[in-house]
């Protein structure tokens, strides 16, 4: 994959910003409130799928490279064993959904920026629920159900992912029509 310096410098604007929504955080049992995932949205609404994409899987690299900017200011390659772990994994695939469906057609809309906003936050959750899961019960030894996990890990974050995804759908309608209106 061939850059150029625009793309190169977009695509380090959101691994940073990502960065900077861990550090927003709120301690919530095994999984922290935090802003990435409104970033993650808005990685892939911007950017599209692919810088989108890119633009987290350097965020979840440079955090396993031992760089702190994961959730409570952690990193390294023993986060893999953290049970929110598999959300940051979600990440990278989330971006890519938003970006190929908010993309899909000829001209973005307020409804499909929503749906693959909505989309894109269900991805997450598809990584994540799983993996902190498997990892509770699995290496840490907390006896845990699957429904436990899904409460824990995605039903009580339903109100607040609901509001980041309006806010990062309709920052992204925003700014894709001044984006717009200056190319024109």
Known sequence: MKLTTREIVITSLFTALTAVGAFLSIPVGEVPITLQSMFVLLSGLLLGPKLGSLSQLIYVLLGLSGVRIFAGFSGGLQTVLSPSFGFLIGFIFAAYVVGKISHSGERLNLKRIFLASLAGTFTIYIFGVPYMYLILNMVIGKSITFSTALKTGCLIF???????????????VRILRRVNLAKE
């Open 158 to 172: 339903l109100p607040g992912d609901t509001l980041k995804t309006i806010l990062s759908s309709s920052t992204a």
